[in-house]
C-alpha cells in the first residue's frame, strides 16, 4: 500500500514565524503536491513537483515555498506566517506512468497562526 | 474552462437506504473522475475511478459510480447506506492539457450524512 506521512498532524505557530511542513511518500512517486483545504472552497493546490528539484506553482502559490530535494521528501514553507494561512494543508503522491493517476493523500497538518 | 461541481453541500439520508452523491465536470478530451472520502480529521482517501471502460465503477466500502458521457456527470452512490457512511466526500476530474504533469481538479466536496 501507498503511505504518505506528513510531520506533524496538528501545529500551533505565531504570526511571522517560518513554518516548515514537511511530506514523505514511500513508493517511488515522481509527482507530489500540496494542497490547502478550507471549508466551502474545497481543495487548493498551492504548489506540485514532478521531479526532484523541480517544482510548479499550482493556484494559490502567494506566501508559500516548497523544497524537493530528494524524491520521497517535499517540503512547504510558509515564510513568513500569517493568520489566513490558518488551514488543514494535505500533501499527496502520484507515480508518473500512465495507468498511475491516482493521488494517494496524507492524513493532513491541521495549522492554526496566532 | 476545466472544472468540477458538486451541487449539494450537504446529503441526508437514513441508514438502509439508498445514497446518491452528485457530481458533473466539464472538462476536455476523455474524463479521468475520481472520488475520494474524507472522515474527520483525516486526509482523503481513494474510493473509485473512472479512466475507460465499463460506466459503472465499483469502489471500496461497497461504492460505485456511473459515468455519464451525455450528461457529463459521475455520480457516486451505494444501495444501503451506513452511518459509518458519514463523511465529507470529493470528487475530482483531471486536467487534460496533455503530458504527465495533468493536476487533479476538486469539487467543493459534499457532506453525507447517514442517520440511524
Not at chain 1, 510548479?56 to 520521497?72: L, N
Not at chain 2, 476545466?2 to 446529503?11: F, M, R
Not at chain 2, 473522475?33 to 465499463?54: A, E, H
Request: aromatic share 12%; proline share 4%; net charge neutral.
Amino acid at each position: 500500500d501507498v503511505k504518505v506521512t506528513q510531520s506533524s498532524r496538528y501545529l500551533v505557530k505565531r504570526t511571522g514565524e517560518k513554518v516548515f511542513l514537511e511530506c514523505v511518500q514511500d513508493m517511488d512517486h515522481e509527482n507530489m503536491f500540496w494542497y490547502r483545504q478550507d471549508p466551502g472552497l474545497g481543495l487548493r493546490l498551492i504548489y506540485f513537483s514532478y521531479d526532484v528539484k523541480m517544482k510548479e506553482k499550482g493556484d494559490i502559490p502567494e506566501g508559500y515555498s516548497v523544497s524537493r530535494e530528494k524524491k520521497e521528501r517535499f517540503s512547504l514553507i510558509l515564510e513568513s506566517a500569517s493568520t489566513n494561512q490558518t488551514s488543514m494543508y494535505l500533501c499527496a503522491s502520484r507515480g508518473g506512468s500512465e495507468g498511475q493517476e491516482t493521488q494517494y493523500f496524507g492524513p493532513g497538518t491541521r495549522l492554526l497562526v496566532l | 474552462a476545466q472544472s468540477v461541481a458538486q451541487p449539494e453541500d450537504q446529503v441526508n439520508v437514513a441508514e438502509g437506504n439508498p445514497l446518491t452523491v452528485k457530481c458533473t465536470y466539464s472538462v476536455s478530451g476523455n474524463p479521468y473522475l475520481f472520488w475520494y472520502v474524507q472522515y474527520p480529521n483525516r486526509g482523503l482517501q481513494f474510493l473509485l475511478k473512472y479512466i475507460t471502460g465499463d460506466n459503472l465503477v465499483k469502489g471500496s466500502y461497497g461504492f460505485e459510480a456511473e459515468f455519464n458521457k451525455s450528461q457529463t456527470s459521475f455520480h457516486l452512490k451505494k444501495p444501503s447506506a451506513l452511518v459509518s457512511d458519514s463523511a465529507l466526500y470529493f470528487c475530482a476530474v483531471r486536467e487534460n492539457y496533455g503530458g504527465a504533469t495533468n493536476k487533479l481538479i476538486f469539487g467543493t466536496g459534499t457532506l453525507l450524512a447517514v442517520q440511524p
